[in-house]
């Protein structure tokens, strides 16, 4: 009887759990995660290239998320999330920086930390030196020490991965790197990652994907420019995400209209390029409508680059005009506004 009993409760213990896993894979399914792309963050001394985003721009960023309603989660979260074994939030964002500056520690890391935001920062391994006159340099100015890796990955807020070895635009150099830069990244600083991320958004190839097999990578970011869409059946070594643009921006809108369901409005921007689309915000309600069309590159100093355009919406509310919305430049993806 006792044995029948056991039997009986292993048997729901079974269902429950199995059940439990249906609930988390149907919750999780088809969510829109911003995978942001980073790279420094600097206070504005008005020299700042499209990589670096001026500290006073990125706590208003992290304010916006925040009171978005967005919370942070990680790539091994999305990892466990596709698995069925974790639920990801309502409005989940991850937040992440490429190369490993010394400005994301010590400009980045409080605004977040100020949040209770968690973010994951993607180290050159081969390229983590000491301090001072040993601190090692990269694109976008001085990087992290390995003790200070370290010390930001004992503290929590960000979590450390790997962005390779030497961050050569070279994916079969690259793809031989992989495991290796996972065993430095531990012997360097005591780190143990399962998350890589392209150096120049070299994804793709069955190299690669075998080198993270080996590697024993869970997770693998790119670039792309687009949301990732979460499902189950997701590629977990092609996680796209969406860059976010520094340098000073100047963006102007003129000759908007409105009427008839429909709208226009021509935005300009002096400053540094970036994609950006429009949003028309409704001053009664506070609904949002994204202009029609994709992000057009506004600024100045890139290819594909043009000073003006003009935003089209169609299928707005009829009986309203241009008294009826405030225009908004924004982020390509609507995120952030400028």
């Known amino acids: 009887m006792m044995a029948k009993k056991v039997l009986i409760a292993a048997v729901a213990a079974l269902a429950a759990i199995a059940a439990a896993w249906r609930a988390a894979i149907l919750w999780n399914d088809g969510r829109d ?14 020299t700042l290239t499209v990589w670096q985003v001026t500290e006073d721009e990125f706590a208003r960023q992290i304010r916006e998320l925040d009171e978005g309603g967005y919370t942070p989660v990680l790539p091994d979260d999305i990892y466990w999330a596709a698995r ?22 010590k400009y980045a890391e409080p605004i977040l930390a100020e949040h209770g935001f ?9 390229r983590l030196g000491g301090e001072g006159a040993d601190r090692g340099v990269f694109d976008s100015g001085p990087l992290l020490s390995t003790n200070e890796v370290s010390a930001m990955a004992r503290r929590g807020t960000i979590a450390i991965g790997s962005h390779s070895m030497t961050h050569v635009p070279a994916w079969r150099q690259l793809a031989m790197e992989i495991p290796e830069s996972r065993r430095a990244l531990k012997r360097l600083t ?10 120049h958004g070299l994804c793709g190839y069955d190299g ?5 097999r080996h ?17 189950p059946k997701a590629d977990l070594y092609a996680i796209p995400r969406v860059s976010v643009y520094g340098g000073r921006h100047e963006f102007e809108i003129s000759d908007f209209s409105a009427g008839d369901g429909r709208a226009t409005a021509t935005v300009k921007n002096a400053g540094a390029s970036m994609p950006v689309r ?3 915000v409704g001053r009664r309600d506070g609904r949002v409508h994204i202009s029609d069309g994709p992000a057009v590159r506004i600024g ?14 169609t299928g707005l509310p009829d009986g309203l005009g241009t008294e009826d919305f405030d225009a908004v430049v924004c982020e390509q993806n609507g995120l952030f506004t400028y």
């Open 208 to 212: 690669m994907n075998a080198a993270l």
């Open 84 to 105: 069925g074994l974790r639920l990801l939030p309502r409005k989940p964002v991850a937040i992440t920086f490429d190369d490993g500056y010394e400005g994301v520690m």
């Open 300 to 313: 100045q100093g890139r290819r594909n680059t043009v000073p003006e355009a003009t935003f089209e919406w």
């Open 33 to 46: 995660i911003p995978v942001l792309m980073y790279h420094n963050v600097l206070p504005d001394d008005g």
């Open 190 to 199: 005591g780190v143990r990652t399962k998350s890589y991320c392209y150096p």
């Open 215 to 231: 590697g024993k990578f869970r997770t693998a970011l790119a670039c792309g420019d687009a949301m990732f869409h979460f499902s």
């Open 278 to 280: 429009c949003m028309l």
């Open 118 to 126: 968690k973010a994951i920062c993607y180290v050159i391994v081969g």
